[in-house]
């Protein structure tokens, strides 16, 4: 079973562009989450959707974006990006994000992003 | 405020010996879960552990074994024996039920375990 794919694994940006990255989630995960993680601030959520819709959200700016698809593939956008955007963003994946179940999270290798 | 705290930052001990990994989370929910995640060099987390604030039942799995609770807050991992491939940044992690979602982790900042031949 093919696990949580990230692309691209490299990105080099410069300041004031954007950037897309993608997660394609476990095959029947309908749950996929964001975060973030640097030296400074360690791993810090993101967002989370599922069946297409934002269910929660974390203390970031509105350049950081996201949407999930019909197929639970999820693309996550950053705008304008700043020097302070370089982390490590890993996306992760359940099946319904439910805590009444005993449903592991579980993690791409992520995107490492690098703006300049 | 939730919070994790990892106090150990870094921990380096030499193959065989054992090690215990702390966390202490705060938070005001009653209903929580509490996580261990590992972090290889290759940047993935692995799942290692899930505890529900309901059950404070320890767990012994292999080499690894969990200790938890509540009354000090605490969510200690052991390794046993430990190997060189057990060298990695090991997380501990709280999700509160009244944040609406069980994807919603707060992380500790993390203790990169060196294990040395």
């Known amino acids: ?116 | 405020a939730q919070k994790v705290t990892q106090a150990q930052t870094e921990i380096s001990v030499v193959e065989k010996e054992d090690v215990t990994l702390d966390c202490v989370y705060e938070t005001r929910d009653t209903t929580y879960y509490l996580f261990w995640y590992k972090q290889p060099p290759s940047g993935e987390l692995v799942f290692l552990i899930r505890r529900n604030s309901f059950d404070e039942q320890n767990e012994i799995s292999g080499r690894y074994s969990w200790n938890f609770q509540k009354s000090t807050s605490s969510f200690n991992f052991t390794i046993t024996a430990s190997q060189v491939v057990d060298s990695a940044v090991y997380f501990c992690a709280l999700s509160e039920a009244r944040s609406g979602g069980y994807n919603k982790l707060i992380f500790g900042a993390g203790t990169r375990l060196a294990v040395h031949p």
């Open chain 1, 1 to 116: 079973k093919a696990g949580v794919t990230q692309t691209p694994r490299y990105l080099i940006k410069t300041r004031g562009q954007q950037v897309t990255l993608s997660c394609s989630p476990i095959s029947g995960h309908r749950s996929v989450s964001w975060y973030q993680q640097t030296p400074g601030q360690g791993l810090q959520f993101l967002f989370e959707y599922f069946s297409e819709t934002q269910r929660n959200k974390g203390n970031f700016p509105g350049r950081f974006s996201g949407r999930q698809f019909s197929n639970s593939r999820s693309e996550m956008n950053v705008s304008t990006l700043e020097l302070g955007d370089s982390a490590l963003y890993l996306c992760a994946s359940s099946l319904r994000g439910s805590p009444a179940t005993n449903e592991k999270l579980f993690f791409g290798s992520g995107t490492q992003l690098s703006v300049l």
